[in-house]
């Protein structure tokens, strides 16, 4: 799931996490292994968001997945896994103009 400016805002103040700006050095190489999404990394790995189904017409939100986990300590190297969805949901407020 490719996030908007806003909406990746609200997914920092709610995880926590990191973006992966699109000019990261990284990007390539995670777009080809995982199709068009906005990464971020936080203390346990890459994620990504998955769309859920819809919770009205003021609100979208998207499901945690988990794609890897770092491989060391110093939380430099990480290691690809099958997708596992984490049960936490990010809840984007639409915003009013």
């Given at each position: 799931?490719?996030?908007?400016?806003?909406?990746?805002?609200?997914?920092?103040n709610?995880l926590?996490?990191?973006?992966l700006?699109d000019?990261?050095?990284a990007?390539?190489?995670l777009?080809?292994?995982?199709?068009?999404?906005?990464f971020?990394?936080?203390?346990?790995?890459?994620?990504?968001l998955?769309?859920?189904p819809?919770?009205?017409?003021e609100?979208?939100?998207?499901?945690?997945?988990?794609?890897a986990?770092w491989g060391d300590?110093d939380?430099?190297?990480?290691m690809?896994?099958?997708p596992?969805?984490?049960?936490?949901?990010?809840?984007?407020?639409q915003?009013?103009h």
């Open positions: 799931m490719k996030l908007t400016s806003e909406q990746v805002k609200q997914t920092v709610q926590g996490a990191q973006v700006p000019e990261h050095p990007m390539p190489q777009n080809s292994m995982f199709g068009e999404h906005t971020f990394v936080d203390e346990m790995g890459l994620k990504v998955e769309p859920t819809s919770l009205g017409a609100r979208e939100s998207g499901e945690v997945v988990s794609l986990d300590a939380l430099t190297r990480l690809a896994h099958e596992e969805p984490t049960g936490v949901i990010v809840v984007f407020e915003m009013k």
